[in-house]
């Protein structure tokens, strides 16, 4: 019996799924699942880890003469791996994840880029709005306003081209988002080594991102503190917009690099078991998202402060992983 199959009596006899057993090791599943198909195998040390946390000899695990077939597999390990080696893997060549990789890059920015826009979209309707109270300019109310909507609709509408052409170029990819994987031989290293060379850019963007989106109250409360006048108080309602428009698209554009690494490990959030749940919520966070939407739209156009409404959309973010809690508790119960 090769050590292949001796893994996979072995990670059963305890009852455990490939990602219980990689937990364990501190590898990806896709690592285990590797060793398990005789794609690969562990090294020395994996090996000495494997039989210490199985609790056999390593020459146990080692010499082919060794069969384990008459190890009992418990009852209930079906239910735990189902999932796990029932579906159908979809293969994933170097030259697909490369490409995958790429693309996610190239999309990264301009997807970014989008997010910045909707955000900043109604600075130039508030600024035009003081400005002309202020009588630094000559525009009737009406003709500001209606200025600052069209402009505001500008950017909407090229943020939302940016987000359709590529999500288009990016359609091609999406079972990668959605389906269990089966990457090639030298896919898993070479994610890993770009995602440890990217890490600490990262790391920056990250903490620039939030530091700015934390600080852009500043102006706000400094015309506060200097009493400033309503003036005052719009432009720093401005700022305030401008600096979250540019942290959230530092977060937005190292996310979407660091996520299609993950994507392509099955780490994280984009787990097997994971998916499987995305799947399950699909329809209930679409509406979820829609109707968020609606009242962000509903509420900003009636009140019109743009400046303050923004806050809907952190607020929905933290909605959203309590309402996919609340939805795995239910079909845990179920």
């Not at 091609?172 to 994610?191: D, H, I, K, N, Q």
């Not at 530091?211 to 409360?221: A, D, N, R």
Request: with cysteine; hydrophobic share 50%; net charge negative.
């Amino acid at each position: 019996m090769i050590l292949a199959e001796k893994i996979t009596i072995l990670r059963k006899r305890n009852g455990w799924s490939q990602e219980d057993l990689a937990e364990q090791l501190g590898v990806s599943r896709q690592s285990i699942s590797k060793w398990e198909s005789a794609q690969s195998t562990p090294d020395l040390n994996r090996i000495l880890a494997l039989a210490e946390i199985f609790g056999v000899s390593t020459d146990l695990l080692l010499k082919e003469e060794e069969d384990l077939t008459d190890l009992p597999v418990p009852a209930g390990e079906e239910v735990i791996s189902s999932y796990e080696e029932d579906t159908v893997l979809r293969s994933v060549s170097m030259e697909e994840a490369n490409a995958y990789l790429q693309l996610k890059i190239e999309s990264a920015g301009r997807t970014a880029l989008g997010v910045m826009l909707c955000i900043l979209s109604p600075v130039v309707l508030i600024v035009l709005e003081a400005v002309r109270e202020k009588g630094l300019i000559r525009l009737g109310e009406d003709q500001a306003a209606g200025i600052g909507v069209l402009i505001l609709m500008l950017m909407v509408g090229a943020a939302v081209g940016i987000f359709v052409y590529w999500g288009m170029r990016q359609s091609p990819f999406s079972y990668m988002e959605r389906e269990a994987l089966e990457t090639a031989y030298g896919v898993e290293g070479m994610v890993r080594d770009r995602m440890e060379r990217y890490n600490p850019f990262h790391i920056r963007y990250m903490i620039t991102g939030i530091l700015l989106c934390v600080l852009s109250c500043l102006p706000l409360f400094g015309a506060m503190i200097a009493g400033g006048s309503d003036f005052v108080m719009t432009l720093g309602a401005a700022l305030l917009l401008v600096l979250v428009a540019v942290g959230v698209m530092l977060i937005v554009r190292t996310s979407i690099i660091t996520d299609a690494m993950r994507i392509l490990l099955e780490e994280g959030e984009y787990s097997r078991e994971n998916k499987r749940e995305s799947r399950r919520n699909e329809t209930v966070m679409g509406l979820y998202w829609s109707l968020t939407t609606a009242v962000y739209l509903l509420i900003s156009f009636l009140t019109g402060r743009w400046d303050r409404t923004w806050i809907i959309w952190p607020v929905a973010g933290v909605g959203c992983g309590v309402l996919a809690a609340i939805l795995k508790m239910v079909r845990s119960r179920e």
